[in-house]
């Protein structure tokens, strides 16, 4: 409970410096400026098994989501301010909120910036696919067929930007925050922990001991941008534990150090990032709870095919360590991970009737797993105001992989947004 309320309090902090930014720069601009959308978003399951109870079961989303925006600066442009809040009403697991999405203030000059309070974050060179972006994600948000841009969650952080020279620094000090992972409430998948008994999660505190800190550096070698990345954060899934009559869930240290490289090849453009992912809790990777220390990489290429047509690929593998300790710590019921996951990704986008129309296709095919998740969509563009979605979640394969796992929960979703 102590490290929730250090949380909370760190938090607040944040939120109330950023507004101090947001006032400062508001009373002294020439104008401030404010925008935003009504948005409504089903999804239907269309798989028709029988779902237990407390689950959502034909549709796991039935949203109803406004947004307000704000943003302004002042008339020489050294502070500026953004806030973006949506209110929401989910009728599938009767849920109404009013979330801040990002809310910061931002100080800038020729040589450096800053930027204060709740702010997205994103990282890397992969396509779907994180690596040296430890930040905190919404898995929930891209099964159901959620905007893209809800996949990732604001960090309550300060970000400080140093740009001397032909190098850029990044620093980023944030309280924690855990993915938004997939529960009962809507999705239906197998549990290997013991059924009837209470749980709980335990958050880490953010005092000097638990504050999470990740750096960047980046700066350009001719045509190639080449970044490298460390960071001292959190596990943002929860390693469960049996503990008496209840689970309980923490949230394990991790460290992670990395470097990715994007520039062109022919007509296209390949990227690469490496990582390793190290847990300090279980370096000997026997705590069954915890996820084994590991090196991820990713290799993609995307280029233009014709007009308005556009291929991407990725291969993507992340090894693990100390995997005999693994098996020989691996607890009756859990499925048997690979020694080596490899996964590929397939990007395939076109534009009809003048860019009005965009079709776009998204998979992930589990090399190891034997498993895969497509993600078709089909978008139309009435004007410039308004627009409407249709796409599909589709799982299929060995249920034992991480994909596969979700063969129940595949949908198809229709969003429509009108902005203003």
Same mark, same amino acid.
């Given at each position: ?165 032909? =190098?850029?620094?990044? &620093?980023?000090?944030? $309280?924690? @925050? ?6 009962? +409430?809507?999705?239906?998948? *197998? ?117 308005? =047509?556009?291929?991407? &690929?990725?291969?993507? $593998?992340? @090894? ?6 693994? +098996?020989?710590?691996?607890? *009756? ?88």
């Amino acid at each position: 409970m102590a490290g929730t309320g250090r949380a909370v309090r760190v938090a607040a902090s944040i939120v109330v410096g950023s507004l101090a930014l947001a006032c400062s720069a508001a009373a002294t601009g020439q104008s401030v400026s404010l925008d935003g959308f009504a948005q409504s978003h089903v999804a239907g399951r269309t798989s028709g098994v029988d779902c237990p109870s407390g689950t959502a079961c034909d549709f796991p989303a039935a949203e109803l989501r406004g947004q307000l925006k704000a943003e302004g600066k002042n008339s020489g442009g050294g502070a500026a301010f953004l806030a973006r809040f949506d209110l929401l009403r989910d009728a599938a697991v009767d849920d109404t909120r009013l979330v801040t999405r990002e809310l910061f203030g931002d100080l800038t000059s020729e040589k450096a910036s800053a930027r204060l309070g709740r702010q997205v974050i994103t990282w890397g060179v992969g396509d779907l696919l994180f690596i040296n972006d430890t930040f905190p994600k919404d898995q929930a948000a891209l099964f159901t067929g959620q905007p893209i841009q809800y996949l990732k969650l604001g960090s309550d952080a300060l970000k400080l930007n140093a740009f001397p020279g032909p =190098a850029n620094f990044e &620093l980023v000090i944030a $309280g924690f @925050r855990p993915d938004n992972t997939p529960t009962s +409430r809507r999705f239906i998948f *197998a549990d290997p922990l013991p059924a009837g008994l209470p749980r709980r999660t335990l958050e880490p505190g953010n005092d000097s001991g638990e504050a999470e800190i990740s750096g960047r550096v980046s700066g350009y070698l001719a045509n190639w941008e080449l970044a490298g990345y460390v960071s001292r954060t959190h596990y943002r899934s929860p390693a469960w534990r049996v503990t008496g009559s209840e689970i309980v869930g923490t949230y394990p240290r991790l460290n992670t150090a990395g470097v990715s490289l994007t520039g062109p090849i022919g007509k296209g453009v390949v990227s690469m990032e490496a990582g390793y992912y190290d847990s300090p809790q279980d370096r000997d990777g026997r705590d069954p709870s915890v996820e084994n220390s590991q090196l991820r990489g990713l290799v993609g290429y995307s280029r233009q095919m014709w007009e308005d =047509a556009t291929l991407g &690929l990725q291969l993507y $593998g992340e @090894r693990m360590r100390d995997y005999a300790a693994y +098996r020989e710590t691996l607890p *009756a019921g859990f499925p048997v991970k690979d020694r080596l996951r490899k996964v590929a990704t397939i990007r395939f986008t076109q534009f009809f009737a003048h860019q009005t129309v965009t079709f776009n296709l998204f998979a992930f095919v589990g090399l190891s797993e034997e498993d895969r998740y497509v993600i078709p969509s089909l978008r139309y563009a009435f004007s410039d105001n308004l627009w409407a979605e249709i796409g599909a979640n589709l799982f299929a394969g060995q249920r034992s992989g991480m994909f596969g796992s979700m063969q129940d929960n595949s949908n198809i979703y229709l969003t429509v947004r009108y902005a203003f």
